[in-house]
């Protein structure tokens, strides 16, 4: 090959790599334009554990909605709730039907496994949750970000467990929705502080630049999705 032949032959090596590279990345563009992130919360204090298995049966429903790219990740408020133990389940919906309904399947049965077995814990870390979700979301390249937390909405932390008293600033823009929000003794003998609890996480929440929502029920929260 002449000299003036290499220099066409791998000038047509860099336009064709050019070109595989800008159709990959105009593919996961693509991809993440229609693509949704949902991280589910689980609020397993002892005054909510009553619910686990309801909110268990609506994030199984709300998984059969996942289309493919889709990411779905499941992790429950304990103690101390930012640590890696505390998560469930995380994956990312593949392309093919078949292997897609295959993964929810198996992840369902994951969460029916983990509600057979599952304990209540002493203390509620609401904030330790969320800061965790937040991070997971920021990571997925998505057009939405949406966190679903069941929970009472009762936050109790352990001597050892220190938050900042504000919600962190990687929220921005995500969805939080706040569903089966229980009633507590104390809001029965007190209807005001039942009002005043939603308030008080919906102005953090706002604060910290995301949308509030409260979803009344599991009806209310697969409509959301199955409608998306």
Same mark, same amino acid.
């Given at each position: ?8 032959? +791998?000038?047509?090596?860099? %336009? ?5 590279? &800008? ?17 589910? *919360? *689980? ?31 499941? /992790? ?9 133990? %505390? ?18 399947? &198996? ?13 209540? &814990? ?8 969320? *800061?965790? &979700?937040?991070?997971?979301?920021? /990571? ?19 001597? +050892?467990?220190?938050?900042?008293? +504000?919600?962190? /600033? ?17 809001? +029965? ?25 409260? /979803?009344?029920? %599991?009806?209310?929260?697969?409509? *959301?999705?199955?409608?998306?």
């Amino acid at each position: 090959m002449t000299q003036l032949g290499r220099r066409v032959f +791998n000038t047509g090596l860099l %336009a064709t790599a050019a070109t595989g590279s &800008a159709l990959a990345v105009g593919a996961c563009e693509e991809r993440s334009a229609t693509a949704s992130a949902v991280y589910g *919360l *689980l609020d397993v204090s002892k005054s909510y554990f009553r619910e686990v298995d309801k909110a268990l049966r609506t994030l199984r429903v709300t998984m059969g909605f996942m289309r493919a790219h889709d990411s779905f990740a499941v /992790a429950e408020i304990g103690a101390c709730s930012f640590t890696d133990e %505390a998560v469930l389940l995380s994956f990312t919906a593949p392309d093919r039907p078949t292997e897609r309904q295959r993964l929810v399947a &198996a992840y369902g049965q994951k969460l029916a496994d983990y509600g057979s077995r599952a304990k209540p &814990a002493g203390y509620t870390d609401i904030r330790g949750a969320l *800061l965790q &979700a937040a991070q997971h979301l920021a /990571a997925r390249q998505a057009a939405t970000h949406t966190i679903v937390l069941f929970s009472d909405l009762e936050e109790d932390l352990p001597a +050892n467990c220190r938050r900042d008293p +504000n919600l962190p /600033a990687t929220l921005r823009g995500m969805e939080v929705i706040a569903t089966n929000v229980t009633r507590l003794p104390e809001d +029965n003998r007190e209807p005001a502080r039942y009002a005043r609890r939603l308030d008080g996480w919906r102005q953090l929440v706002e604060a910290a630049g995301a949308r509030w929502r409260v /979803a009344p029920d %599991a009806a209310a929260v697969t409509s *959301l999705f199955r409608d998306s």
